[in-house]
């Protein structure tokens, strides 16, 4: 008998259905973090002031259905922006599968838990300031946003 080999190795991302696309997401919520663009550079900088609508502990949208009424600018993912946009960061699975790598062993369709994403590093709970408390965002410029952990990177899960 064989495994059936996982979706995301098998199916281009613009072949999936809506729930394995959703299912990618690894809940880190770094991308609901604000990003500051340089206007003469075009050069991104992450923040460590979460969405409006970002839980910073449980790292997920708090009215995920409503959140483009809610957030206008909220942007909705799909394989044809995922392939446009370079605020991603470099962790974010639909980022990963685009360059055509595998997911790592903290992603929750690999470990089998919600909680290793968190574990890992990876997530941003309890490291965001709330929009509404935070002020000039240029004050929360931060570069873990855009980096990989170290306990992230192995390709197993440590100890
Ligand atoms: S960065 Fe990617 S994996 Fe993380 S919450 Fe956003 S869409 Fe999901
Ligand atoms: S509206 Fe929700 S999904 Fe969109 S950026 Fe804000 S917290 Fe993230």
């Known amino acids: 008998m ?3 080999p996982s979706f995301w190795r098998t199916k281009p991302l613009d072949a999936m259905s809506r729930a394995e696309w959703e ?3 690894d809940g880190c919520g ?6 500051l663009r ?3 550079t075009d050069r991104l ?9 970002l839980d910073g502990q449980s790292c997920q949208c708090k009215d995920y259905e409503n959140r483009k009424k809610r957030v206008p600018d909220c942007v909705k993912l799909t394989p044809k922006r995922v392939a446009a946009i370079d605020w991603l960061p470099p962790t974010c ?3 990963l599968l685009a360059e055509g790598r595998d997911l790592p062993w903290w992603h929750p369709l690999v470990s089998g838990s919600p909680e290793t994403v968190h574990e890992a590093g990876v997530s941003v709970r309890g490291r965001t300031v709330p929009e509404r408390e935070a002020g000039d965002f240029e004050d ?3 570069a873990w946003p855009g980096r990989w952990p170290a306990g992230a990177k192995s390709r197993r899960r440590p100890g």
Do not use: I, M, Q
């Open 38 to 40: 340089d206007e003469d």
């Open 2 to 4: 064989t495994d059936t």
């Open 23 to 25: 299912s990618l997401c």
């Open 93 to 95: 699975a639909y980022r």
């Open 30 to 35: 770094r991308c609901c973090l604000h990003k």
């Open 140 to 142: 929360h410029v931060v």
């Open 45 to 53: 900088a992450f923040t460590n002031v979460g969405c409006r609508l």
